[in-house]
């Protein structure tokens, strides 16, 4: 009886790691007061507030982004020339936040942190979450890919994302660098996992389950009955009539930056950034 009760409980730990990783990634939050959340992730909940930045005046007014330092005018000329080109898709990008997505690019791409050449996505997190504020861009032709909402984290805040961490039980945006890993089907349908690169900013995210999934809060409709997208766990949730071409767009290598007020990476190296671009350009 009791070796059969052994490879019962055994069985059990089985089953109970096989559902896990069915429904790895952040769940849905719903923006409607008194409702709680249909469901709760693997190791998440909302965490005491010690454990966030401070929260950042509560203001539509954008926060002023840092120029990355030791940037040759040879390689900020060629930012701007990749923001003209392109065009009306990328109006809403901020030229700062480009410069960051491009130097973070040129640094990790030659180290092999990131193994996919001329294509990268960056998110601007300090817009509000009713605009467009991922992009995926094709360096070498100068095209914007993909142009979609994407949502925050809801211990981040509301219309705007004011505070961010890289704690598990946050419920937090994480800024910094990401390489994008492999896809899985799980709760949310078709999703990848994204491995953070920066230490002390976002290198939990993968523990954490943070991923590129689809989500009914992240559209225009909800937008339309709510006035703001709902909110993730700490995921960047994606519009369901878009999240297929983005999420196998950004394919295994590929780099994603998550921005916002007090992103800090030592990425942002605009010396090496300089060297690379003038030893191979984009690619």
């Excluded at 030791?70 to 390689?75: A, K, N």
């Excluded at 509000?128 to 991922?134: G, I, K, S, V």
Aim: hydrophobic share 40%; aromatic share 6%.
């Amino acid at each position: 009886m009791k070796k059969a009760a052994s490879k019962t409980a055994v069985n059990w730990k089985w089953l109970a790691a096989a559902v896990a990783l069915s429904i790895t990634g952040c769940q849905r939050r719903v923006d409607v007061p008194g409702r709680a959340a249909a469901h709760m992730p693997p190791k998440t909940s909302v965490h005491a507030a010690p454990t966030v930045a401070s929260a950042l005046p509560d203001s539509l007014a954008l926060t002023p982004v840092p120029v990355v330092p030791h940037l040759s005018d040879t390689l900020r000329q060629a930012i701007r020339r990749l923001h003209a080109a392109l065009g009306p898709a990328a109006a809403n990008l901020r030229p700062e936040v480009l410069e960051q997505a491009c130097v973070g690019y040129l640094t990790l791409h030659p180290i092999g942190r990131i193994e996919r050449a001329g294509l990268l996505a960056v998110a601007d997190m300090d817009l509000p979450n009713t605009t467009p504020r991922l992009w995926v861009l094709d360096l070498r032709a100068g095209r914007v890919l993909h142009h979609s909402l994407v949502a925050h984290g809801e211990g981040s805040g509301k219309l705007r994302a004011t505070r961010f961490s890289n704690l598990e039980k946050s419920a937090c945006t994480s800024l910094g660098f990401y390489r994008t890993a492999d896809t899985y089907d799980g709760i949310h349908g078709y999703s990848r996992r994204i491995e953070g690169l920066d230490k002390g900013q976002n290198a939990n995210a993968f523990n954490r389950y943070v991923v590129l999934h689809a989500a009914d809060y992240a559209s225009p409709k909800y937008i339309k009955q709510h006035g703001r997208l709902g909110y993730s766990r700490g995921c960047p949730a994606l519009p369901p009539e878009q999240y297929k071409a983005i999420i196998a767009s950004v394919r295994v290598g590929s780099m994603l930056l998550i921005s916002g007020p007090g992103l800090a990476s030592r990425w942002l190296d605009g010396a090496a950034a300089g060297k690379r671009f003038l030893a191979r350009g984009w690619e």
